[in-house]
């Protein structure tokens, strides 16, 4: 049997129910997704189809989609939930703004894309950003094998859960991140945030710039490496750790185990422990 030819739908708008549902082996392009008839899942069940210069302004767009691709492309306010349980996807040059975006869904990646969308990426595994400016809250909770390269990512509540991730070259501007995480490493990145990693197992950072209160708090497995602390205070608390931090640290409260190593620091904190604590602070030259 031969192969099926490719279809090309172009310069149309459409806003029926399951517009496109069920659409193989297509491309898409210079499409409107949007109109008074309000429909949704205009692209469920689709595969193997190819998405350019389309606006989408339509609830749940790309669900259930196995191969496809979007570069060039817009996903608006009203695109609530536009991807769950899609995958083997590529989106590039695009905007997603719908709230909820890519829920259970497996092999994304997205690239040179802006995305605003509170409770990005929930339950998914093996999502890649690579040069992505994302707002979002509780992004990536409970998410496997999740990988992040030169991203700048503004929000709170971030990769809670998580197990399995890798984020390099980043700038991540967030609180209460790493919560109850596992298996993290984060290279070369800039960290701002309150209440970094608590409950978190196995998190490693390396040449990365922190800030925040209290971080690093009832960890386990926890490896800083020529990492710098701005502005944290009460670090460590009930961690097993260890760290080679360049700079000062402003204070350290009961760490449980391992070493912590530093230029400077401004208080080592003992006391009021609920556990044993026999982790060390060590001061470079003395």
Not at 48 to 53: A, G, K, R, V, Y
């Amino acid at each position: 049997m031969g192969v099926e030819a490719r279809k090309r739908i172009e310069n149309a708008c459409f806003d029926q129910e399951r517009a496109l549902y069920h659409a193989q082996h297509a491309d898409v392009v210079n499409c409107v997704f949007a109109g008074p008839a309000d429909g949704e899942s205009v692209l469920k069940e689709a595969s193997d189809i190819h998405i350019s210069n389309c606006r989408f302004s339509l609830r749940y767009p790309l669900w259930h989609m196995d191969g496809f691709e979007m570069t060039a492309s817009s996903m608006d306010e009203a695109t609530r939930a536009p991807i769950w349980y899609a995958r083997n996807g590529l989106i590039s040059d695009s905007t997603i703004h719908g709230v909820k975006a890519v829920r259970e869904c497996d092999h994304i990646t997205i690239r040179n894309s802006r995305v605003s969308s509170q409770e990005f990426g929930w339950k998914s595994s093996g999502i890649a950003l690579e040069n992505v400016q994302i707002e979002s809250e509780y992004i990536f909770l409970d998410g496997r094998e999740i990988q992040l390269k030169d991203v700048k990512m503004k929000g709170k509540y971030s990769f809670q859960y998580i197990d399995g991730l890798v984020i390099e070259d980043s700038v991540l501007d967030t609180k209460d991140a790493f919560w109850h995480s596992k298996n993290v490493v984060v290279k070369n990145s800039v960290i701002k945030g309150e209440y970094l990693a608590w409950f978190s197992e196995n998190v490693t950072l390396i040449n990365c710039k922190i800030s925040g209160t209290q971080p690093f708090c009832y960890c386990k497995g926890l490896q800083l490496i020529d990492c710098t602390m701005e502005g944290c205070d009460l670090a460590f608390e009930y961690s097993e750790v260890k760290a080679t931090i360049q700079g000062k640290i402003d204070s350290v409260k009961n760490p449980k185990f391992g070493t912590i190593t530093c230029d400077e620091v401004g208080e080592i904190i003992m006391e009021d422990s609920v556990m044993p604590c026999e982790g060390r602070v060590v001061i470079r030259g003395k």
